[in-house]
């Protein structure tokens, strides 16, 4: 069969996109124009040269380097919208999406231009393409805990607005336990627990997110197949697993498309998922990355189905919702 039209057809959720990570270099490009800012580079070739990265950090510098051209309310809504028009081109029904607030309050831009401009969009895209979609407000692990309790308190006035948050950004050296009463108060306060763990940090870090923070969803999650014990925790619990699988090859974390986890956490019987994370930098968006670790591990159509319904099994959507999407 033809495994690029299943996939085209299949209906999707998204669970793991930074939204700042689809800011592609033409749009870049022109909002550097419209604010007037300087850009270390003029043409795409030169854009897309320098997104050539070793590791998580290398990528890191360039994404919070490109996000300073996002400046305006308007700015964010463009943003998220851009986002959104491809994942209505790739059949996703749904998306769960992060964004870094600290990473544009830290270089004077309002939370609440941030936020606006984002919700403005997602709003518009549940209108006029019929993509529901949810927020998570995500912390910047390589800050401290304290930099997230003020974030957690200045966002107050949205709180309703947020189905949970996450954890990002640097992973190795700040493990989930660094943010124990953060997350303890964000539990509280009844918002769902997304940590990224296990990208390039220990299995010892999933863990921490799992059994310590209580995570509803571990993001990335590859370095849990490391530790058989934990493997059996995550099929018991089924926790979801959001895989990227071209941010994996981009980043490093696998050398090559084969050496993804996927299959094997298919056949373990993990609630795995297919994302695209940062899809500007990483070389293509959802469909993308379902094709390319369809190609890579030979997945078979039931595989691809899975992998689907999974999106929607692992999202946060209400049961109800879940089964007339699935
Ligand atoms: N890992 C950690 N932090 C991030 C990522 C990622 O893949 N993308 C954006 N922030
Ligand atoms: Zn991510």
Not at 258 to 265: C, E, F, G, V, Y
Request: aromatic share 8%; net charge negative.
């Amino acid at each position: 069969t033809n495994h690029a039209e299943l996939i085209a057809r299949l209906p999707k959720a998204e669970l793991h996109l930074h939204i700042e990570g689809s800011f592609e270099p033409e749009m870049m490009m022109e909002l550097a124009e419209r604010n007037r800012i300087e850009i270390p580079f003029k043409t795409l070739e030169e854009a897309k040269a320098a997104y050539d990265f070793a590791n998580l950090q290398e990528f890191l510098d360039l994404y919070y380097q490109g996000m300073n051209v996002l400046r305006t309310e308007q700015d964010f809504h463009d943003l998220t919208w851009a986002y959104l028009l491809r994942a209505k081109a790739d059949n996703v029904r749904h998306v769960e999406m992060f964004y870094d607030p600290q990473a544009h309050t830290e270089r004077g831009v309002a939370f609440g231009t941030v936020t606006e401009g984002i919700l403005s969009a997602l709003e518009r895209g549940q209108q006029e393409l019929g993509i529901t979609s949810e927020l998570i407000m995500s912390f910047l692990r390589h800050l401290s805990e304290d930099d997230g309790f003020a974030l957690l308190d200045e966002s107050k006035p949205w709180h309703d607005k947020f189905v949970g948050v996450g954890l990002d950004s640097s992973e190795v050296g700040h493990p989930p336990l660094k943010f124990e009463r953060l997350f303890a108060k964000c539990r509280e306060l009844g918002f769902k627990l997304c940590l990224h763990a296990g990208e390039e940090g220990p299995p010892a870090y999933v863990r921490e997110a799992l059994l310590d923070i209580g995570a509803d969803r571990i993001d990335h999650g590859n370095r849990a197949m490391e530790d058989s014990a934990l493997i059996e925790i995550l099929r018991d619990s089924q926790t979801p697993l959001t895989n990227c699988p071209l941010s994996n090859l981009a980043l490093c974390v696998i050398d090559d498309l084969r050496d993804s986890p996927l299959k094997a956490q298919l056949e373990a019987g993990l609630l795995v998922t297919v994302n695209s994370d940062d899809p500007a930098y990483f070389g293509g968006y959802i469909g993308k990355n379902y094709e390319a670790i369809q190609k890579a591990l030979d997945l078979t159509d039931e595989q691809l189905v899975q992998l689907a319904r999974n999106s929607f099994t692992a999202s946060f959507l209400p049961d109800d919702e879940k089964a007339r999407l699935i």
